[in-house]
């Protein structure tokens, strides 16, 4: 970094009010005097030139203020006067220049400079200098120099520099290159009193959370579908003004309560929520999730309410009513045994049986419930575990909105960082935002902060429904694993064997055709054409010539397959039927 060395002589204050190319200026401008403010006047395009220096982005406009705060040279740009090519001239070079002529003074700014190895001479385009102190001498830097050691003929040296500035409504220090085409005029005494405003995110201020209370001011709302369905949203748009008071670290509880079958509450509940809940009994649909269950409750007691028909013997039936207490969870020795449960079946007269039911079974249970304990939340967290089912039995105030839904569903516990904000022309109403959900720009006004309202903040926040979707996509599932596929083993045998001799009795027949065919040459087997059978379905078809049979009807053959809707019907009988009606109707013949 070079330190320039300008004295504030009149021509150098006649400098910095007119206006200059920004590479000019930049150029001239001693490190002392920064920060200086400076209004972009013209650039190359009309609506804004848009430069980007490694990564760093930055828009100038006419008109737009920037306050530079520091300059750090980064190469030197020399270019041939004879030929026009420009090559980079490293930072350490050692050759010695020489003005070919006397500067121009329309081009150069009266200065009293410092030289610490210069030769000081009126007629100094006769005197050798090196490269930094070229670039200190105003009156050298713009003149066109010989150089031996680069060789013959007149170059001129356009020193690049990077600018870290700060400019309205950034969130950042930009750094711009001091090559851009744009012309700017210093205004620093005319902006004591503009206040450059540093935009920052509602996530960063938790980053910065010392500095709080603060009062601050929205630039702009996250262009997303809205979180909370409550009034104080609609009063963050751009331009109003928020208290900021502190950080909150306490957890949440995301519920969901149901009205009706087509309308549902969510909610966020907050863990200082002073109303009262008791306990529901969890209702199950399979024994997996009874499983489930059983693995985080000590005792667990269910009543049957619905009818269940084993067909395998080693399973008992259940009936509406029947009362069990789970024991415990039995894995299988190998894998051709299915893991069960040990339960304890109540038949009455203090008459317990043990049986075993095994996983994945689809049936009706609820859950016995003999507590009558009203828990506040954090007590239903410690004590219920999640995902569990409560009643509001009292309610923390008359506008309390969990007070008018017969049961609530606590889903899950949420810990994340959220802001107390009030509004400023609203004190009394303060809220609570999350801003890895509701991330706000905004800036510091330095306005004063009045003191928030005792208990003013609401506990319950309702969340909207695309919200909710979006949240349950984060945490973590509590669903049981997928069941595994339906054990049929003994109607598929019977499939098999019925297929099998099928097809020997077909072959059978076939050959007896066959051979009557041969001692009957001219006496061929009618061809029966499935065109003319008539049809009662998709997957079945019945034929015109139909044996004598029993009127016992065939017991149908179930085909498992992925798709468990469909039933195939054993066909074998109909196929001998017809079989036997040729090789009748051939033998006639």
Known sequence: ?????????????????????????????????????????????????VYELSGSECCLSTGDLMKIVDIQLQHVNCKSVEHGHTFELPLSFKGLFQPSQAPNKKK??????????????????????????????AAIRWSR???????????????VYEVEAIMHFRNNVVKISSMLDVEVIDITEESQQIHFIKPLMLSEVLMTDKVLPVEAEILATPECPPVFQSDWISNLYKGSRIYIHNQVSSWKILATAWKSKAHAGRFLISSTYKGRFRRCPRKFSSTSELALALATSEKLQVVVTKDYESNDDDFPLFCIGDRLELHSLARASSSSVMDTLVCYRDNGDEDREQIQVPLFLEAGFVE??????????????EHLHLPCQVKVVAS?????????????TLEAQIKEPFLTVSLANKPDLTFEIPPKWLDISLFFTGGPVKPMTPNSTSNVEELTETFYYELLKQLPSNEPPPRPPKRKESTLDKCSQNSTEGKKIEETSEFSICQDSAKHPFCKPKQISIDHLPRTNSNQYIT?????????PAKPCEQVTDDSDHVYEDVNEEVKGIVHQMGATAIKH
């Not at 009126?122 to 090196?130: A, E, K, P």
């Not at 003999?370 to 954090?378: A, E, G, I, N, Q």
């Not at 923390?396 to 609530?408: G, I, K, M, R, T």
């Open 1 to 49: 970094m070079l330190q320039l060395s300008i004295s504030q002589a009149p021509s150098v204050t006649r400098v910095m009010d007119s206006v200059v190319s920004f590479q000019r200026y930049i150029c001239n401008l001693d490190l002392n005097s920064l920060p200086r403010v400076v209004k972009i006047y013209s650039g190359v395009y009309f609506q804004g030139s």
């Open 108 to 137: 150069s700014f009266s200065s009293k400079l410092s030289f610490s190895k210069a030769k000081t001479s009126d007629n100094h385009h006769q005197q050798l200098y090196t490269l930094q102190e070229v670039l200190q001498s």
């Open 145 to 159: 120099l010989k150089c031996a050691e680069i060789g013959s003929g007149e170059f001129e040296l356009y020193p």
């Open 368 to 381: 016995n419930v003999r507590d009558s304990r009203k828990y506040t939340l954090p007590e239903a967290i």
């Open 396 to 408: 923390e105030n008359a506008l309390d909105p969990l007070s008018s839904f017969s049961v609530l």
């Open 544 to 552: 015109e010539y139909k044996p004598q049979r029993s009127q016992k």
